[in-house]
Structures are given as structure tokens and as C-alpha cells.
């Protein structure tokens, strides 16, 4: 696993398993979060990196698919911190029901370890310096995470990329391809320097390519 500094308060960790996998480590003034824990065998690695730059102070979640939480019980046996993901994966995580568009549910997380992030005026609350914004598609509880400062959007499986330009979500993992589409939107509303991709490499000023991107999926 190779450790990239995207900003210079947002770091990313990537593997591959077959594809490529990555996780993030976003510093505050007080400590650090992790956004997703990638595989089971990510989640020391991702915890070791984190705790170079900082306390931990909780980890968030951009969706609850089993490449982006596996890494949570190894992180959890070693760190009791909250880790939070929009409430509409909750279940899904917990192996109540299967992901829409699967046939067996999952049981990736103990009911309880996951907690909703928590909702003001109808938008996803501030945690320090990240804004959690709600983009179902992907996954119904499908989250992006905006770094205002760093002008750094956390998209998780919004987006996959090839060389250089963006491209939708694996087909064959995504609930819904149409609301995907649409929740890219908030590419044209924050306009970021930087898109970081899970599986992908990360694509400099997005924005410019949202018309093609929607004259080609949408």
C-alpha cells in the first residue's frame, strides 16, 4: 500500500485487489478521521498511517459496500472510536436486508458499531472541516465528503476515472446508474480543485468535465 498526500490536509492510501483500492486520512486541527477502511487487510495498515498524523477521532464512511468498511473490525480491535455513514446503508451493512440489486444480504458490521451522521435543517451536519453530503445512487446511503479548505471532494464510488477524465461507477456494483448520474451534480454546485476516487486515480478540476460526462451517461 503506497500512502499519496492529495492536499495538504487529506492523504490517500491505495492498493490493489484486482482493482484498485484506496482509503482516506483527513487531519483536523485536533486529530485525524479515516473515510473508509477498504478491505480486511487494509484496516492496520490505514490505522498505522492515521495515528502517524494525528489521534483518531472517529471514522467515516462513504458507503457501506464490503471494500469500504472491511477494514473496520481490525481498526475497532485496536481503537474504540464512533464511526459514523448516512442511515440509509445502515441496514444494509448489518445484514438486515440486501443491498438493492444483490440477493443475499451481508452481515459486514455488529448492529450498533455504526452510527447515523447526524442531520440539521434536512442537510448532513459539519464534522470539523468535512461536509458530508448525501449522494444515493451507488448505494442508497451513498456520502461524498467535501474539504472546503483544501477544495478536496472525498467521492468514494461516485466516480471511477481513466486517464485523467471521470467515469461513472462499476455498473455491476451500483443500486440505481440513473440517481448515480445524478447525484454527480454536486461537482457543477462545489466546483472542487481535486475529485479523489476510490478506484481510480484522482482527476484535477472535475467541473470542467461535467458536460461530457453527463452528455455521455445521462
Not at 486517464?163 to 472542487?192: H, W
Request: aromatic content about 8%; proline content about 6%; hydrophobic content about 35%.
Amino acid at each position: 500500500m503506497k500512502v499519496i498526500k492529495v492536499s495538504p490536509n487529506i492523504y490517500k492510501i491505495e492498493t490493489w485487489f484486482m482493482f484498485k483500492m484506496s482509503a482516506w486520512i483527513v487531519t483536523v486541527e485536533d486529530g485525524v478521521y479515516i473515510v473508509d477502511t477498504g478491505m480486511s487487510f487494509m484496516g492496520k495498515k490505514i490505522l498505522e498511517e492515521a495515528e502517524k498524523l494525528g489521534n483518531l477521532k472517529a471514522i467515516l464512511l462513504t458507503h457501506g459496500h464490503s471494500d469500504h468498511v472491511g477494514g473496520l473490525k481490525k481498526i475497532l480491535e485496536i481503537k474504540n472510536v464512533p464511526v459514523f455513514s448516512h442511515e440509509a446503508d445502515i441496514k444494509y451493512m448489518e445484514g438486515k436486508e440486501p443491498f438493492p440489486g444483490r440477493k443475499k444480504a451481508q452481515s459486514l458490521v455488529q448492529p450498533g458499531v455504526v452510527q447515523p451522521l447526524e442531520i440539521t435543517n434536512g442537510n448532513l451536519q459539519d464534522i470539523d472541516d468535512l461536509t458530508p453530503i448525501h449522494t444515493p445512487g451507488h448505494s442508497p446511503g451513498h456520502v461524498v465528503y467535501y474539504h472546503k479548505k483544501d477544495q478536496v471532494l472525498i467521492s468514494g464510488d461516485l466516480f471511477t476515472s481513466k486517464n485523467g477524465q471521470l467515469r461513472k461507477p462499476m455498473a455491476m456494483f451500483t443500486s440505481n446508474m440513473d440517481e448515480a448520474i445524478k447525484s454527480s451534480y454536486v461537482i457543477e454546485d462545489l466546483k472542487p480543485n481535486i475529485v479523489s476516487i476510490c478506484h481510480g486515480n484522482d482527476v484535477k478540476e472535475p467541473y470542467k468535465q461535467m458536460k461530457n460526462y453527463l452528455a455521455t451517461y445521462s
